[in-house]
């Protein structure tokens, strides 16, 4: 079995207590079956915290009204490790931010930016990511896995990361070579010309591609859609689940600044917006972090499905999404930003949308049909 994750994996130690959130808190945690098992057969002093704590029903802890788990006491701490230790946790607890995805001789394991630690070491780094490798003893066979294609997206993920790293581009015609990529493969695969995918490959990290690129780009700054477009893409927040109040609070609050300003026209907004960004140079540092994250974490999964382009489009989506929080953010601090609450928005847009598989499949499908025009 190949192994595969990110070169900052192991930087990553949980801070408890000193951690600024707490992932113990604003979704239901599943229990596997085999903790379970192990927490029928706690007896002592113990056993009444369990059952109040446990709800062997539906095989979940339970929450508050403030839906903190039953075992998270008043210093963010969990009961339940403190009194019947680390191997007491269930494997969703355990695991946590660590995300796996399953493939055919292949376990690839990322952190969850939904993780304020987590976050803050991806937003604060600055040299590009890389990924290692490592065998290790074991084999997993699934039914139907096609390889063919699983190596056609590992083969393609890897250019994209290359383009999204190539740091002598500005990152809107990095982004936009991704999604053309994503987009002609998608036409090739439907086609079953799959084959044809190497040859897409290699047209996209040409000149010739890169040029058609910022010709693109160009073209478009002069016929002012963005806003209709940014507005419209937006909206698509308010239709997925609400894991946590405070973030209907802030789409509200984002779309006010940003959509119905009566005072300053979103086109303002997003040039100004642009001119502190020229000046803050590391914030196209942080975008290409973000959009190799996603990409990496979701691109492979079009073998199960063949979504080659959604995926791709969710990944500059979220990122999209993300740079909006931060723009109305800085508008609301009177055009300031500071590396703690662009952490702060990455990790809380990631607590909604990737902690819920039908978030996650909501935003895939309405990526299928579009041209995102960042």
């Known amino acids: 079995m190949l192994y595969v994750v990110p070169d900052y994996y192991k930087e990553f130690h949980c801070i408890a207590d000193k951690c600024e959130d707490t992932c113990c808190a604003g979704w239901q945690i599943v229990i596997d079956k085999k903790s379970l098992a192990k927490y029928r057969r706690i007896r002592g002093k113990f056993l009444p915290v369990m059952l ?15 839906k903190r788990c039953a075992f998270l006491n008043d210093e ?29 001789g292949v376990r690839e394991i990322t952190l969850s930016i939904s993780c304020p630690e987590v976050a803050r070491i991806l937003m604060e780094r600055k040299t590009p990511v890389t990924f290692i490798s490592k065998e290790k003893d074991g084999e997993e066979e699934f039914e139907d896995f096609d390889l063919f294609l699983f190596s056609i997206l590992e083969d393609a993920r890897k250019e994209m990361i290359g383009i999204l790293q190539n740091r002598k581009l500005p990152i809107r015609v990095r982004t936009l070579l991704v999604l053309g990529m994503a987009h002609d493969m998608q036409v090739r695969i ?3 010309e799959m084959f044809d995918c190497f040859e897409v490959m290699e047209k996209y990290t040409g000149q010739r591609a890169i040029d058609f690129a910022e010709k693109y780009l160009a073209r478009e700054s002069t016929q002012n859609q963005s806003f209709t477009m ?12 609400l894991l946590r109040e405070n973030w209907e609070v802030l789409l509200q609050e984002t779309e006010c600044l940003l959509y119905t300003n009566e005072k300053i026209p979103y086109e303002e907004i997003r040039r100004e917006f642009a001119e502190w960004e020229k000046a803050n140079s590391d914030i196209e ?46 508008l609301k601090n009177e055009k300031t930003l500071t590396l703690y609450e662009m952490t702060e928005l990455v990790y809380r847009f ?25």
């Not at 109040?52 to 403030?66: C, I, M, P, S, W």
């Not at 959604?310 to 740079?323: E, F, L, N, R, T």
């Open 350 to 374: 990631s607590r909604e949308v990737e902690h819920s598989d039908e978030n996650l499949k909501q935003v895939e499908k309405r990526m299928k049909n579009i041209w995102l025009n960042t």
């Open 285 to 330: 540092i942080h975008l290409e972090q973000l959009l190799v994250y996603f990409l990496f974490t979701y691109f492979p999964g079009a073998v199960y499905d063949g979504e080659v382009y959604a995926k791709a489009q969710m990944a500059v989506y979220c990122v999209w999404m993300m740079h909006e929080l931060w723009m109305a953010r800085w």
């Open 190 to 192: 439907c086609r079953q």
């Open 230 to 241: 940014a507005k419209e893409v937006f909206e698509y927040l308010y239709d997925l689940e």
């Open 76 to 104: 963010n701490l969990c009961d339940l490790y403190i009194c019947q230790g680390e191997k007491s946790l269930c494997k969703t607890c355990r695991q946590y931010p660590r995300h796996i995805e399953e493939f055919e």
């Open 52 to 66: 109040f704590g446990v709800n062997y029903f539906t095989g979940t802890f339970r929450q508050d009204k403030e």
